[in-house]
């Protein structure tokens, strides 16, 4: 056993070791604490990289030129993985602070998970940010929109509804749009939801989401062909602010080269 560490090196023992903490995390996160399977992803990725620096040294002396050409073409595109997920990083935490102090006639309060017992952090950190907006701006009309999952007693909009109306908003304000699935049918039923109790299609939307969304949902919002206003909610949780904001950029790529109506 000594022999074997010995051959290989304090540097990759090392290695072996952050491996090792880095797949416990990834474990812990992925069974144990929901919502941040994003982050135990990361953390697995994290592993790879690592033993691909350690190990491939190994087997420079059987196919020096290979390894070479191997390890020059997975850094290049490490370094430009990385320069992408900055840039992107960049525009959404920019993105996060939103506009709020545009005057808009509606907003659109974003649903989130509901729990057996009621609003989960995310949606009580949307509620608490649809709350302080209304009673700042007491001629704005919300459309609280959100549908009903098979895991959720209510749908969201009803949630987001009642905790509103106990906080003190008058229900006459509080539109209920209990269809939408995805942020994409959020944005569509709520301005069609407008346009059947008004008559007419607002050209500008305030958009409540939890900040890190708020760049995502605004690429949702030119697409159905209005002005954006967004409305930050402050994510409460740290840890789940930093696996958000680290999920984000998988969202946004995967809507700006895929498309697709998902939230």
């Given at each position: 056993m000594k022999t074997f560490f010995s051959h290989l090196g304090p540097g990759r023992i090392g290695a072996l070791i952050g491996c090792l903490v880095l797949a416990a995390a990834a474990f812990f996160l992925k069974f144990c604490v929901p919502g941040y399977s994003f982050s135990a992803l990361v953390c697995l990725f994290l592993i790879a990289v690592i033993l691909f620096y350690a190990l491939m040294p190994l087997a420079a002396p059987r196919f020096p030129g290979l390894t070479k050409v191997v390890t020059i073409a997975v850094t290049v595109f490490l370094i430009?993985?990385?320069l992408v997920v900055g840039v992107t990083e960049a525009v959404i935490i920019h993105a996060s602070f939103g506009n709020p102090e545009e005057p808009v006639d509606y907003l659109v309060v974003l649903g989130a998970k509901v729990n057996r017992d009621g609003p989960s952090v995310s949606l009580w950190?949307?509620?608490?940010?649809?709350?302080t907006y209304l009673e700042e701006h007491p001629g704005v009309t919300a459309v609280l929109s959100g549908g009903q999952g098979t895991d959720e007693?209510?749908?969201e909009a009803e949630c987001i509804y009642?905790?509103?109306v106990n906080l003190g908003i008058d229900p006459k304000r509080l539109w209920l749009e209990e269809e939408a699935t995805s942020t994409w049918e959020n944005l569509h039923f709520s301005l069609d939801l407008i346009q059947e109790k008004t008559g007419q299609r607002p050209q500008k939307l305030g958009v409540l989401s939890s900040e890190y969304h708020l760049f995502r949902a605004s690429l949702f919002a030119k697409a159905c062909g209005v002005e954006f206003v967004g409305v930050p909610a402050r994510?409460?949780?740290?840890p789940q602010k930093v696996n958000h904001f680290l999920r984000e950029v998988a969202g946004v790529w995967h809507y700006i080269l895929l498309g697709g109506r998902y939230d």
């Open positions: 430009l993985g990385g950190d949307r509620i608490c940010a649809a709350y007693p209510i749908t009642r905790e509103l994510t409460s949780r740290f």
